[in-house]
């Protein structure tokens, strides 16, 4: 069954380095999509993307975060100046119609020291 | 946005009793998604639902939405060890780019 994959799948860092976390989505999906999970806690949406850009992101993605998609299989999140509260699990997910069953990978958790 | 709210936030039940968790929303939704996350795992996509008073059911799952289409319900008949985890009801509010999710029910069971 195609997955979602996620590197890497912990990541240690220092407050104020910047971090990537890197998504393969699922090949002919057209949606991407960034949620973040603190532990315990519910799963946040970040960002989506489409069509190569930006469709839609909430009030926590700012200029801190950046998205990419440099090629056509990898789609990027970039934290430029990580902080302490940054520290939680990073959801890639893809779906080939919008915001409908989304496949979500195994996540990225990232802490920050 | 598009809020969902989502009760109980934790249920503890001996094996073989039955759970539900409850979503609601203050607008009517053009469907709902039911996902389960289990423990140190990711989102897992059970179903949608988007016709108003649909009822699914995936072997002792139930799922319903309501005739407004503002709430929704899981229901766990019978329920087993396997079934733990975190049930998370999404919306999308219309939306094509933004599934919400709401903040889960945790379910424990006691075997």
């Known amino acids: 069954e195609p997955e979602v994959t996620q590197t890497p799948s912990h990541q240690v860092t220092q407050m104020g380095q910047e971090v990537i976390l890197r998504c393969v989505p699922i090949s002919n999906h057209l949606y991407f999509y960034w949620y973040r999970q603190i532990l315990g806690q519910k799963v946040e949406f970040l960002v989506s993307f489409y069509n190569n850009e930006i469709s839609e992101k909430s009030e926590i993605f700012d200029d801190q975060f950046s998205v990419e998609r440099p090629d056509g299989s990898n789609f990027t999140l970039k934290i430029r100046s990580t902080k302490l509260e940054d520290s939680a699990m990073y959801f890639c997910?893809?779906?080939?119609?919008?915001?409908?069953?989304?496949?979500f990978g195994a996540g990225s958790r990232l802490t920050v020291l | 946005g598009q809020q969902v709210m989502q009760i109980p936030q934790y249920q503890h039940v001996q094996e073989g009793e039955d759970f539900t968790t409850y979503c609601n929303s203050s607008?009517?939704?053009?469907?709902i998604q039911w996902y389960k996350q289990r423990p140190g795992g990711h989102p897992v996509f059970l179903i949608q639902?988007?016709?108003?008073?649909e009822v699914k059911k995936q072997k002792r799952l139930t799922f319903q939405f309501g005739e407004a289409k503002k709430n929704s319900s899981l229901h766990i008949t019978a329920t087993q060890t396997t079934d733990v985890g975190t049930y998370f009801c999404?919306?999308?509010?219309?939306?094509?780019?933004?599934?919400?999710f709401g903040k889960g029910t945790l379910l424990t069971v006691n075997p």
């Open positions: 607008t009517t939704l053009s469907n």
């Open positions: 639902l988007v016709k108003s008073g």
């Open positions: 999404a919306a999308s509010g219309g939306s094509n780019y933004k599934l919400t």
């Open positions: 997910a893809s779906s080939s119609s919008g915001a409908n069953v989304l496949t």
